[in-house]
């Protein structure tokens, strides 16, 4: 979100599309996949049920690859992580 207030204060435009692209990339890739997955209508993140039981041990097990999945417990969603599509199109693109 910060994103979008720079660009604001320098008078240019965000296309948020991207956004909703990405969003759309993520959650059909990872259904696709078999992961049970909550479609986000607003948010930057996706709510994803954890694959193992604890989703705090299976956030730290993902950054061992480099992947920061957050547990959503604070949420109130336990026993789902957050992955988030606030990045560029390419991350989520290779991904797939």
Known sequence: MLCFFIFLCLGKILDMNI???NRKLLYNGL?????????PSGAFYLFVKSPEADAQDFSEKAKIL???????????CPGYVCVSYYV?????????
Request: glycine fraction near 6%; charge should be negative.
């Open 19 to 21: 956004y909703d692209d």
């Open 31 to 39: 259904k696709e996949m078999g992961y049970d997955c909550v479609y």
């Open 66 to 76: 480099n992947l920061l999945i957050v547990p959503a417990e604070s949420f109130d």
């Open 88 to 96: 560029e199109p390419d991350m989520i693109k290779g991904f797939f």
